[in-house]
C-alpha cells in the first residue's frame, strides 16, 4: 500500500502515498545520511512541482533540522515504546511483575512457538482465523500504511511467534529485524484467548530477541503523553481515537505498552508551517482508517 522513492546512488530510500493533497512520507528515509538528505529534499521538491504538500508522518527526533530547512513544522504526534535488550532479564528484581504474568501464563498451560518462513497454507489459513476474530470485536477495521494489515503474501515473508494452548493458536505476532534492532509489526489474539494472552506472546518474543543479542525492539506506537497540552489538542484527539482504535481506548493501549517498561520516543508529524493541520490529518487518517469519520472534516484543502 505504499510507493518507495530511491537516492539516485541507491543509497536510501523512503516509502510514501498519495493522498487527497497530500504525499505523505512514512517516517523518513533510511541509508546513508548524506543520501537520506537529498532524497527528503528530492521529496519535499516533487510533491511541491506535482501541487501537493509534503508530509513526513511519525518522523524521528533526529529528522527535525532539514525538516525545519525545509519549512516544516514538528507537531508530536505519538511516542514509540522501546524495550531496550541489552541485559534483558525476567529474573531482574526490577521486572517481578512481568515474570509473574509469564509464569501465570505457564499455569493456564499456554507456549510460544518461532516460526520461520516459509510456512505451510494450514499454517497461514489458522493465523487469518485469529486475525478474522480479532478484526469481529466492534470498532475494529484493518488498519493499513502506518501499521501492520493482514496480508497473506506479508504473513508468509517474515518470522511469526505464535502462542498455543494444546494444539489451537490463540495469538500470533509478525517480527521484523534490521541489523540488531527489531519490531513487532503486527500482533493479533483471539477474543476467547485467556487474559494477558498476547502479552505471553510479547514478553516471550523479547526474551526470546534478547537472547539472540538484538539491541531493543520496538512494540509500536501510542498516542503522545500530555496530549491535552498540544495546539489544535480536539483535533488530535479525534485524530488518535480514529487511527488507534484497534486497542479499544487511548489510555488502555499505552497502559498496556507501559506494562513492558519501554523506552518512549517521540515521533513527529512534519507538515508545512503556518498551516493548519487539517488537511495533512484528513489525508493521512484516510491513508490509515480509510475514513475521516469523528475527525470533523471530509475534505482537505492544499498547502
Not at 529534499?41 to 512541482?49: G, I, K, L, S, V
Not at 508522518?57 to 533526529?62: F, G, L, M, N, V
Not at 496480508?151 to 502462542?163: Q, S, T
Not at 519501554?262 to 507538515?271: A, D, E, G, T
Request: glycine share 10%.
Amino acid at each position: 500500500d505504499k510507493r518507495l522513492m530511491f537516492s539516485e546512488d541507491g543509497e536510501a530510500v523512503l516509502s510514501y502515498a498519495v493522498r487527497g493533497a497530500s504525499w505523505i512520507a512514512l517516517g523518513a528515509p533510511a541509508g546513508t545520511p548524506e543520501a537520506c538528505e537529498t532524497l527528503a529534499w528530492a521529496f519535499h521538491d516533487a510533491a511541491r512541482a506535482s501541487g501537493a504538500r509534503p508530509v513526513f508522518y511519525e518522523a524521528r527526533r533526529r529528522f527535525g533540522d532539514q525538516a525545519a530547512e525545509m519549512g516544516l513544522a514538528l507537531h508530536r504526534m505519538s511516542e514509540e515504546a522501546v524495550v531496550p535488550l541489552l541485559g534483558f532479564s525476567l529474573d531482574d528484581p526490577g521486572r517481578a511483575g512481568l515474570w509473574a504474568r509469564r509464569e501465570a501464563g505457564r499455569r493456564l498451560g499456554l507456549a510460544v512457538e518461532f516460526l520461520p518462513p516459509p510456512r505451510a497454507d494450514a499454517l497461514v489459513a489458522s493465523l487469518r482465523g485469529i486475525s478474522d476474530a480479532w478484526l469481529s470485536a466492534r470498532g475494529r477495521r484493518e488498519r493499513r500504511f502506518a501499521t501492520g494489515r493482514f496480508d497473506e503474501a506479508y504473513i508468509r515473508r517474515f518470522p511469526v511467534a505464535v502462542a498455543r494452548r494444546g494444539g489451537e493458536y490463540l495469538a500470533f505476532a509478525n517480527i521484523l529485524t534490521a541489523g540488531r534492532s527489531a519490531a513487532v509489526d503486527l500482533a493479533r489474539v483471539r477474543p476467547s484467548a485467556p487474559p494477558d494472552t498476547l502479552e505471553f506472546l510479547l514478553l516471550a518474543v523479547i526474551a526470546d530477541l534478547a537472547a539472540r543479542g538484538f539491541h531493543e525492539v520496538s512494540l509500536g506506537t501510542a498516542p503522545a503523553a500530555g496530549g491535552s497540552h498540544r495546539r489544535d489538542v480536539d483535533l488530535w484527539r479525534r485524530f488518535d481515537a480514529l487511527v488507534h482504535r484497534p486497542v479499544p481506548g487511548i489510555e488502555s493501549q499505552r497502559a498496556f505498552l507501559d506494562r513492558f517498561q519501554p523506552s518512549w520516543r517521540p515521533r513527529y508529524l512534519c507538515c508545512r508551517a503556518g498551516r493548519p493541520l487539517t488537511g495533512p490529518l484528513a489525508d493521512a487518517a484516510m491513508l490509515i482508517a480509510g475514513s475521516t469519520k469523528g475527525l470533523g472534516t471530509n475534505q482537505s484543502s492544499k498547502g
